[in-house]
T-cell receptor, first 114, second 111 residues
Framework: DVKVTQSSRYLVKRTGEKVFLECVQD?????MFWYRQDPGLGLRLIYF???????EKGDIPEGYSVSREKKERFSLILESASTNQTSMYLC?????????????FGNGTRLTVT | ELKVEQNPLFLSMQEGKNYTIYCNYS?????LYWYRQDPGKSLESLFV?????AVKQEGRLMASLDTKARLSTLHITAAVHDLSATYFC???????????FGTGTSLTVIP
């Protein structure tokens, strides 16, 4: 079974802090994604990566950056956390291209910025 | 703008009844996915629909895809309480890597 592991289940940070959310997958997937989930808004794509050191902006990249130094690891960085970044963050991975592979999700990190 | 719309957003149904959740999408994609999310948990893949006319069934759930109408449906047969969850559809764009999600349908099955 594909496993996508997010390092923290719950995080509480202060406004202005730099926040790192880590995600590791164990299935050698090329594609990795960061989404945020908010009530009434569904899942919105922040960034995705289709290869090591490659990244693409999603629909809401402002205030975020990402890092993919190794194939299995995709980090989401909040350079200066703000209260409007309080949300559930979901990491996902999928295999290359448009094959039959769905997204495989981690358990999520619920981030609260105070 | 890419758009995936689900309806209804909220669904309360009695055990034993049938119902359908609808997912309309705006592109010419032929890839459609259904996910389930239990409260406080992450998303779990239910169905992958890869071509026009595709139909997949698992237990009391059946999903279908009509690419001409840009419509996918998730049909629930004889609902049971264990099906209470939020259901999302998502399309995979023709360019390959991106998945776009609907806003979800929150299903509550009442005994």
């Amino acid at each position: 079974d594909v496993k996508v592991t997010q390092s923290s289940r719950y995080l509480v940070k202060r406004t202005g802090e730099k926040v790192f959310l880590e995600c590791v997958q164990d299935m050698d997937h090329e594609n990795m994604f960061w989404y945020r989930q908010d009530p009434g808004l569904g899942l919105r794509l922040i960034y995705f990566s289709y290869d090591v050191k490659m990244k693409e902006k999603g629909d809401i990249p402002e205030g975020y950056s990402v890092s993919r130094e190794k194939k299995e690891r995709f980090s989401l960085i909040l350079e200066s956390a703000s209260t409007n970044q309080t949300s559930m963050y979901l990491c996902a991975s999928s295999s290359e291209g448009r094959g039959a592979s769905p997204l495989h999700f981690g358990n999520g990190t619920r981030l609260t910025v105070t | 703008e890419l758009k995936v719309e689900q309806n209804p957003l909220f669904l309360s149904m009695q055990e034993g009844k049938n119902y359908t959740i609808y997912c309309n999408y705006s592109t010419t994609s032929d890839r459609l996915y259904w996910y389930r999310q239990d409260p406080g948990k992450s998303l779990e893949s239910l169905f992958v629909l890869l071509s026009n006319g595709a139909v997949k069934q698992e237990g009391r759930l059946m999903a279908s895809l009509d690419t001409k109408a840009r419509l996918s449906t998730l049909h629930i047969t004889a609902a049971v309480h264990d099906l209470s969850a939020t259901y999302f559809c998502a399309e995979n764009t023709n360019t390959g890597n991106q998945f776009y999600f609907g806003t979800g349908t929150s299903l509550t099955v009442i005994p």
